[in-house]
């Protein structure tokens, strides 16, 4: 699977969009870009996952760029909730496996 | 609905002695996963199975660490004998085959003094 980096950490205020950059340079065409977060003390939740189309659901919005190399993850009204390390992971179609980077970790401010 | 289910959520034993993780999976998925956590390693995956059969071990540390599903409904981690090294934070998932979607239960806290 391609690798990712992210930055190590982010700040947002409450009520603005927090948006989360992800570069994956090395990725192939039948890769799956996934976010997953860690709120603290609980195990990861599923996010949102893309191919090269952008993708939008109740949770975020994922914006993928045209050559694939790179996305953003968006978190259109941040709350205090959303406070949590986000996970940009990169993995091939029909793989299960699951590679876990260092991620974000997003602070929201009141 | 229950989400995953992992026993104990906090567990504390002395070196050399054998410990015993558990996992209930949601009903109806047929993959389980099992991940460790540490600050030095970050989130990292040890095994997994499809329809209770080990798919891939490459994860598990060494031979102390042993995996088992004898049904779709319960899985344990067993490390025999636990060292301090092993302290750490270790998440069961479960998911369809063919979903996208793993779902972690809450974890359980190891420490081995």
């Known amino acids: 699977d391609a690798k990712t980096t992210q930055p190590t950490s982010m700040d947002c205020a409450e009520g603005r969009a927090a948006n989360l950059p992800c570069n994956h340079s090395?990725?192939?065409?039948?890769?799956?870009v996934y976010w997953y977060r860690q709120i603290h003390s609980q195990g990861p939740q599923y996010i949102i996952h893309?191919?090269?189309n952008n993708e939008t659901n109740e949770m975020a919005s994922l914006i993928i760029t045209e050559d694939r190399k790179s996305s953003t993850l968006i978190l259109p009204h941040a709350t205090l909730r959303d406070t949590a390390v986000y996970y940009c992971i990169v993995r091939a179609q029909g793989a299960q496996k699951l590679v876990f980077g260092q991620g974000t970790r997003l602070t929201i401010n009141p | 609905d229950a989400g995953v289910i992992q026993s104990p959520r906090h567990e504390v034993t002395e070196m050399g002695q054998e410990v015993t993780l558990r996992c209930k999976p949601i009903s109806g998925h047929n993959s389980l996963f099992w991940y460790r956590q540490t600050m030095m390693r970050g989130l990292e995956l040890l095994i997994y199975f499809n329809n209770n059969v080990p798919i891939d071990d490459s994860g598990m540390p060494e031979d102390r660490f042993s995996a088992k599903m004898p049904n779709a409904s319960f899985s344990t981690l067993k490390i025999q004998p636990s060292e301090p090294r092993d302290s750490a934070v270790y998440f069961c998932a479960s998911t369809r085959q063919s979903s996208y979607e793993q779902y972690f239960g809450p974890g359980t806290r190891l420490t081995v003094t």
């Open positions: 090395t990725i192939s065409g039948n890769e799956y």
């Open positions: 893309g191919l090269k």
